[in-house]
């Protein structure tokens, strides 16, 4: 394997597992007030997250935003 196929290999493997919210976070957070929007979405994620019925996939959603 070449290091140009290594590196799109890499490439490839992050694309496929990165959460597809991630994406949408950081065209987001390009936005005019994005990432203010963004802080108030994690804080309504906090604020909720002991109701929710799956809290690890949010868990990390609020650990992308926090990042």
Sequence with gaps: M???NFIQTCENIHSYTEPKYAEL??????QPDGVHSLVHLRADILK???EIESPAYVERMSESLRD
């Excluded at 976070?25 to 390009?30: D, E």
Aim: hydrophobic share 40%; no cysteine; aromatic share 16%.
């Design 2 to 4: 070449t290091s140009s």
């Design 25 to 30: 976070f950081r065209l987001i957070g390009r």
């Design 48 to 50: 909720f997250l002991p």
